[in-house]
């Protein structure tokens, strides 16, 4: 085992090692850019983007003409709520999403509500699941967006996505999804789900860093967005800017591996989880936050009453994780997510996550177990003002 352990794949992930082969000729032999159409160095680089672009686009059922590179998620979320803002705001300013996004949802949208668009923000139930009926009801005749996640990022709770695409479809009005922590490690269907406008970022499931795309439905409806990025031809003239080739070619290779073992690492990947809550949850006065079975393979995100969360963390300093806030101060506001799902302040910010992947053995997976439980009841007998008393 190395240490610290990581247990933080919801962060980020490291590139797995067949990604960064399939990069490395794009650094100093095939350098060119992808954009130069005169010579071989251009036309190397724009065929590895262009079988990137295919494999971006298998993975998750769509054409590649559907896909624009982007330098990653918090980019793609930007474009699709200010870009269809902007380009709809004739039919309407109504956009909808839900409490528990990631910020660059929550904090584009406050920027929107500034330009005079409104924005409904769907409560989630205790286990962070919106309510579709809700959504139903909540969609108007001046409504032009739903920007629902796929997957939380913090509690790992899963959407029904089908069926908010079903709604939405059905009352003709663009969904987008941020499934940054859904591709890669659970199926996407954008055609089954009826998803018009969905984010990717490559280094949540073993791509590199700052390179992501956009999804952008091409038929049935033909989506457009105002573009953002301006000053080059790239991606359509949607987004201009040099393509970042090695990114892309790795990001593609990502997508193909996840293609490839997504099942079998799913399942293991549910063992594992299954494990690890099966043991906490047996201990007093530890809560699971997230659904219990409509979630993430590869996360676990627990709020653990009666014990101090520094002195916990700094028992776990072998293990590489994260914690319910931004801050562990007592001062520092708890994650909106814990608070969107009701959790009460003291618990929020006694939380932990804990996040897997692809590289994690199951020894480093008994060994979190372990030193986890065996901390936690430690540290409850060694600090008498935190014992549970029963
Ligand atoms: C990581 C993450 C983002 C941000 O993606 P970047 O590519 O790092 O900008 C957005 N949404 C969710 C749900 C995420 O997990």
């Known amino acids: 085992m190395k240490f610290p352990v990581y247990m933080d794949y919801n962060a980020t992930t490291p590139v797995d090692p067949e990604v960064l082969k399939e990069m490395l000729p794009y650094f100093c ?7 130069s159409a005169n010579h071989k160095y251009g036309w190397t ?4 983007v262009s079988l990137a672009r295919k494999r971006v686009a298998d993975l998750i059922n769509a054409v590649p003409r559907e896909i624009i590179f982007t330098g990653g998620s918090t980019e793609a979320n930007n474009v699709s709520l200010k870009g269809v803002a902007e380009h709809y705001q004739g039919a309407g300013n109504h956009i909808i999403t839900c409490t528990s996004e990631h910020k660059a949802i929550l904090e584009t949208c406050e920027y929107l509500e500034s330009r005079g668009f409104e924005v409904t923000y769907l409560e989630v139930d205790g286990s962070g699941l919106i309510d579709t009926e809700e959504l139903r009801n909540s969609i108007n005749d001046r409504t032009i967006l739903v920007s629902i996640m796929a997957a939380n990022n913090e509690i790992g709770t899963i959407q029904p996505v089908e069926e908010i695409g ?8 663009l969904f987008h999804t941020d499934a940054t922590q859904a591709v890669g490690k659970i199926p996407v269907d954008v055609n089954k789900m009826n998803i018009d406008l969905m984010s990717i970022s490559a280094h949540k499931f ?3 860093k700052g390179i992501g795309a956009l999804y952008v439905r091409s038929k049935d409806p033909r989506v457009s967005f105002t573009k953002q990025m301006h000053g080059g031809s790239q991606e359509k003239g ?7 080739v090695p990114g892309i070619v790795g990001m593609g290779k990502a997508c193909e591996i996840s293609m490839n073992i997504m099942d079998t690492e799913m399942k293991k990947h549910i063992a594992y989880r299954d494990k690890i809550i099966d043991r906490l949850l047996k201990m007093d006065d530890v809560h699971l936050n997230g659904h219990r079975t409509q979630r993430l393979t590869n996360n676990i995100n ?3 009453g009666n014990i101090n969360l520094e002195s916990l963390l700094g028992d776990l300093k072998d293990i590489a ?11 520092m506001a708890p994650s909106h997510v814990l608070s969107a799902i009701g959790r009460e302040d003291s618990l929020a910010r006694n939380s932990i996550r804990i996040s897997f992947g692809r590289f994690t053995s199951e020894e480093e997976i008994d060994f979190l177990t372990d030193k986890l439980t065996g901390s936690i009841l430690k ?12």
Request: glycine share 10%; with cysteine; hydrophobic share 30%.
């Open 302 to 304: 627990i709020s653990i």
């Open 29 to 35: 032999e095939n350098f060119g850019n992808a954009s």
């Open 45 to 48: 680089a724009e065929e590895g």
């Open 379 to 390: 540290l409850r007998e060694e600090a008498p003002e935190f014992r549970i008393t029963k």
């Open 206 to 208: 073993y791509g590199p």
């Open 238 to 244: 949607l987004r201009g800017g040099t393509l970042n």
């Open 166 to 173: 079903r709604i939405c479809k059905e009352k003709k009005v």
């Open 321 to 331: 994780l994260s914690t319910g806030s931004a801050c562990t101060s007592a001062s």
